[in-house]
């Protein structure tokens, strides 16, 4: 009995150990690109183009890495300190800031082909540019838009929004207000994460809350123009009643029952949530994509574009780059829009007929793509501890009532200047 | 009247008990059930407003697309091979070294627990990068023989703490008898302790065997090559940008692997059960 085990044993090690990774072997350029794909459209467009290189450059292998949005940042730290970060790396921008002053990832400006960088407009690229170095590619990228009942708002005989003449933030308000009734609202607002979906949409009024002084310092300013977005908010919340406050500390899918069950009428999500309403949808319901409400700067909003960045280590930068830019040829980079039910940066893809198509809001979402701007947070660092331990924690209160307008500016510009600072020194 | 009434208010009493437990093991199963009722909807039932506790139409649709999208099988085999390697380990490891800190009560036996107990406190996001560049030198990066060696470490003060208390509890007058009778040491060990420390080690198994099993972010970080990585990490890859789910595959696959633990689960308890009376009379 006991040789039995030692030998079970012996062969479970030996199995193992048969499992580890073997010397380099010589030959072809090999790249591990780790892809963050994970909608079923997506990832399958996302590998097939990976076999469409390795199919016509042998001299170059590309091995697709499966990597997770819930996990990306600390595995790719972690991987950047050990020396074993994969070389070509999907994220998203907003996270890149400390990475690409970490020195982890290779600064591209000298080896993007002109193609690319002039397909790509300069608002795109200034999300993935910290200090004089570009160190991502952006890619796609998704507005924040309304997804409506499309029955609720015949039958309240509201304006229809369109991009050309979206609704303002008061006349969303009224709106919301109107498709209102007992055990129903006109809208939801699912707000888990409350800071950067306020910041975001607040550029359409102007606002910016993160101001550069001379000396070339960020300092948290809440203005009149931060406050429209968060104070509509609030209002729908606690004064209206228009908005119910359960959702307030939901993610946007949990919602979506919601929706499909006549207790919302609208409800502010990613352009990309219309994949899942178009699996989850029941039979007969009617739904339409509306531009978000706009303010004094129009329909701008804030995005943090997928990106596609070259880790400092990779020893075959050249050649990292060239796979993007295949990956990112614009009828490529349509294919990844379409799989993720996102919008491509690039200005070729962007003219795509699949892209301007009626059908599950397309064209909506299309006619945004010129209004998005860099997300406003994303160069200043220490916006990570801000946003967790000062601003999340201050919009939650102000929106559930717990706390005022003047306390909300109070605790962002206070507290949130002290967090700042520490990184400013 | 009182003996009348005893057998209908024993039978009362029973009623109330069994309907208790089965009360409480609906409980304790319910994430299980929810889990595989959700695996088992359709994403138009899963996005209906009127959540229903059994599927209306029941298919295996998510099952099939978990399976299909992402490399379920492998992944639950890797899980597998590195969950049982780690348990095997951990007893080999722990067994003696537990025996020693109990039976031996000297300053460097009690600095030994103290420490272990330390080590339980370390946050391992503090650990993981110096382990990471340690794995590195001895070229165990992306090796299943590493994470093995990750989670038994991980795995060794807690198993060494759980079997301390295990021999404790072995009167050590069973072994001086066995001493008395002529028994050598080795033969005490293997014939008078060992049976009775037997459900000590099947639940320190057990142990290692759920933590290997269902760890996430060792595996995450150690293993880059695809067809490593363990169940948790694949499982994550049902989930999109901001916590949104593919919620039927993520369900079915979810299920799926708790299935093993379940089944490694009651092959253990048997012995735990088993082990309480072994050994227990001498012969």
């Known amino acids: ?425 | 009247m009182r003996t009348a009434r005893t057998p209908r208010t024993r039978r009362a009493a029973r009623a109330g008990q069994y309907t208790a437990l089965l009360g409480y093991l609906l409980f304790l199963a319910f994430p299980l059930l929810w889990l595989l009722s959700t695996a088992l909807k359709s994403p138009r039932e899963l996005g209906s407003p009127h959540p229903t506790w059994i599927p209306r139409h029941p298919t295996l649709a998510s099952v099939r697309q978990a399976f299909a999208e992402q490399p379920l099988a492998p992944a639950a085999l890797n899980s597998l091979l590195v969950a049982l390697a780690t348990a095997a380990v951990t007893v080999l490891i722990a067994t003696p070294m537990a025996y020693v800190m109990a039976r031996h009560r000297t300053r460097a036996a009690r600095a030994a627990t103290g420490w272990v107990v330390v080590s339980q406190a370390f946050p391992f996001v503090l650990l993981i990068i110096p382990l990471f560049l340690v794995l590195k030198r001895l070229r165990l990066i992306d090796s299943l023989t590493g994470l093995v060696l990750v989670y038994v470490v991980w795995s060794l003060p807690f198993a060494l703490w759980m079997l301390a208390g295990h021999v404790r509890a072995v009167p050590a007058e069973l072994e001086e008898a066995a001493a008395v009778d002529g028994a050598g040491r080795l033969r005490t060990l293997a014939s008078v302790t060992a049976p009775l420390l037997a459900p000590g080690i099947a639940a320190t198994a057990l142990f290692a065997f759920v933590t290997a099993w269902n760890e996430f972010f060792f595996a995450l970080v150690l293993l880059k090559s695809p067809r490593r990585q363990t169940l948790p990490v694949v499982l994550t890859h049902f989930i999109g940008a901001e916590g949104v789910a593919d919620l039927g595959p993520l369900a079915a696959a979810a299920f799926l692997a708790t299935l093993p633990s379940l089944v490694f689960f009651a092959l253990v308890q048997r012995r735990i059960t088993s082990g309480l009376l072994t050994g227990a009379v001498k012969n």
């Open chain 1, 1 to 425: 009995m006991r040789t039995r085990i030692t030998l079970a044993l012996a062969a479970l090690l030996l199995l193992l150990t048969g499992c580890s990774p073997g010397a380099p072997a010589d030959g072809p350029v090999t790249l591990r690109f780790q892809s963050l794909a994970w909608q079923p459209d997506s990832v399958a467009a996302t590998k097939e183009l990976v076999r469409e290189w390795n199919a016509t450059h042998p001299e170059i292998k590309v091995e697709y890495v499966q990597g997770s949005w819930d996990s990306v940042h600390d595995q790719l730290l972690t991987s950047f300190e050990g020396g074993e970060a994969p070389d070509v790396i999907h994220d998203a921008s907003d996270d890149l800031a400390d990475f690409a002053y970490g020195g982890y990832l290779a600064d591209l400006s000298g080896l993007l082909p002109a193609r690319l960088a002039a397909d790509i407009p300069r608002g795109s690229w200034e999300t993935a540019t910290f200090g004089r170095g570009v160190y991502g590619v952006p890619f796609l990228q998704e507005p924040r838009v309304l997804i409506a009942d499309a029955d609720r708002l015949r039958a309240a005989k509201v304006r229809i929004p369109t991009a050309g003449h979206p609704w303002s933030w008061p006349e969303f308000r009224q709106v919301a207000k109107k498709l209102t009734g007992p055990g129903r609202y006109g809208v939801a607002w699912p707000l888990k994460d409350p800071v950067s979906a306020t910041l975001n949409l607040s550029l359409s009024a102007g606002g910016r809350l993160f101001h550069r002084g001379a000396d070339g310092k960020v300092t948290v300013r809440f203005e009149a123009g931060d406050a429209v977005v968060a104070r509509t908010i609030h209002d729908q919340v606690t004064v209206d009643r228009s908005a119910p406050a359960s959702t307030l500390g939901s993610g946007g899918a949990d919602t979506l029952p919601g929706l499909f069950g006549g207790r919302y009428a609208m409800v502010p999500l990613g352009f990309s949530y219309r994949q899942q309403i178009v699996r989850q949808a029941p039979e007969g319901f009617h739904w339409q994509v509306l531009p978000a409400p706009a303010g004094a700067d129009g329909l701008t909003q804030g995005v943090s574009p997928q990106t596609l960045s070259v880790s400092a280590d990779c020893p075959h930068k050249k050649e990292a780059v060239a796979f993007i830019d295949f990956l990112l040829r614009p009828r490529n980079m349509v294919r990844l829009a379409l799989g993720d039910w996102m919008l491509p940066t690039g200005t070729q893809a962007l003219k795509d007929p699949a892209l301007h198509t009626a059908r599950h809001g397309w064209a909506t979402g299309t006619a945004l793509a010129a209004r998005l701007r860099p997300a406003p947070a994303q160069f200043v660092r220490g916006y990570p501890e801000w946003k967790d331990k000062v601003a999340t924690p201050a919009y939650q209160q102000y929106y559930s009532g717990a706390s005022t307008l003047a306390g909300l500016r109070h605790r962002l510009e206070r507290d949130g200047n002290l967090v700042l600072a520490r990184y400013q020194r």
